[in-house]
């Protein structure tokens, strides 16, 4: 089997709710994406959805590999993080060559007939779920809502978003965990996430403050990505563990944090340079006994992986449309997100529908940080 074509599209849609955080509080409406087809010579096809700026650089990435034998995933793997070496895998390099590997996921596993957990070594085809609202544009209201719907799935874990007032925080917490509390489940578990707006003394001020009222499962990114004594400092500091890895590409990227023991949730996505990525960055949390959380992706297909990474605790569900083009071959029961037998990921496109949301290129308010960084953050602004 043979490589014979890289062909890439960039879509954008409208979510089906507003999304923001500490970053973007009044938040955002659209979306958008990248899908990369692999074709071979054997008329099996694999299919990747990435993060649109990745285009140009999946695209070159793609054609190194033509002629390849494309079920060779992991060394086809190292030959793009090899080509990206003076640039680096970061930005749009790593978001491009993220949407080939999964692509290339996906075709191996077609061509073996088998859904990508199974092939990946996964012995249950299930992963547990946290609701995650992307909430801050949300009214107290809308939060119960949102809440209460994936409580009455099974639901009892979520992530709220915060960081911007201590106050609004603590009610939010407050409505979130009895919303969540309806799913009925021994211990609902509350995550916070604040998006990098606070330096590591104000995280140690605002965790400590909300820790009287409530158990913290974590704190999601509550100093900068890269600072490895802040965010230990803030685990030294504080009950909750630390969750960050979000915005780290290559997994090498995780070795300085793992080393200082920095981070006590490991967080891996679509983004960690694929599934391959993912799945490396996730063995070096296993070295260190740290549990892994899968980032949300378009329709949840990273369950796949999810499901085959034996230290994974729990992955981001946001439920908000991003996958609305494609169909997909899961469900939520119980809380628990249920993959079903159809190859690869699963994802079966809509043509008419994807053709027509096709543009020619990404709109700023539907990529990846419409608002950019929160003025005054860490600057106790
Ligand atoms: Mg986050």
Not at 49 to 65: N, S
């Amino acid at each position: 089997m043979r490589i014979t074509n890289v062909r890439t599209i960039v879509f954008e849609h409208d979510l089906r709710r507003r999304l923001g955080d500490a970053n973007n509080p009044a938040g955002r409406t659209r979306t958008s994406g990248l899908v990369v087809y692999v074709d071979t010579d054997e008329g099996v096809t694999g299919i990747g959805l990435g993060a649109a700026p990745g285009r140009a650089h999946a695209q070159a990435l793609g054609e190194l590999l033509l002629g390849a034998d494309p079920r060779g995933v992991r060394g086809l793997w190292q030959r793009m993080a090899d080509a990206e070496f003076k640039l680096g895998t970061v930005g749009a390099a790593a978001v491009g060559l993220s949407a080939v590997d999964l692509a290339l996921w996906d075709l191996k596993a077609k061509a073996a007939n088998e859904p990508l957990w199974r092939l990946l070594g996964a012995d249950q085809p299930r992963v547990r779920v946290y609701a995650s609202g992307l909430d801050m544009p949300l009214s107290d209201d809308q939060l119960r809502v949102f809440y209460q719907g994936m409580a009455a799935r099974g639901v009892s874990a979520g992530k709220l978003k915060g960081g911007v007032d201590l106050r609004d925080d603590l009610r939010r917490l407050g409505v979130m965990h009895d919303a969540l509390a309806a799913s009925g489940a021994a211990r609902v578990d509350l995550m916070l996430d604040v998006n990098e707006c606070w330096t590591p003394k104000q995280a140690v001020r605002h965790v400590r403050t909300i820790e009287r009222e409530f158990d913290l499962t974590w704190i999601e990114e509550p100093a900068r990505r890269w600072d490895a004594q802040g965010l230990r400092q803030v685990s030294d500091g504080v009950a909750a563990a630390v969750a960050s890895g979000e915005n780290l590409r290559h997994p090498g990227e995780f070795m300085p944090l793992l080393d200082a023991r920095a981070i006590d949730v490991v967080q891996v996505g679509r983004d960690t340079c694929g599934v391959t990525g993912a799945l490396i960055a996730a063995d070096m949390a296993f070295g260190v006994e740290r549990p892994v959380a899968m980032m949300n992706s378009p329709g949840s297909f990273m369950a796949h992986a999810a499901a085959a990474i034996p230290n994974h605790a729990m992955l981001e569900m946001l439920d908000a449309g991003y996958g609305e083009l494609f169909d997909i071959d899961q469900r939520l029961e119980d809380g628990w997100l249920v993959l079903g037998e159809r190859p690869g990921f699963g994802m079966e496109f809509d043509a008419d529908r994807l053709a027509a949301h096709t543009v020619s290129q990404a709109s700023r308010a539907a990529g990846p940080s419409p608002a950019g960084r929160r003025a005054g953050a860490g600057r106790y602004g």
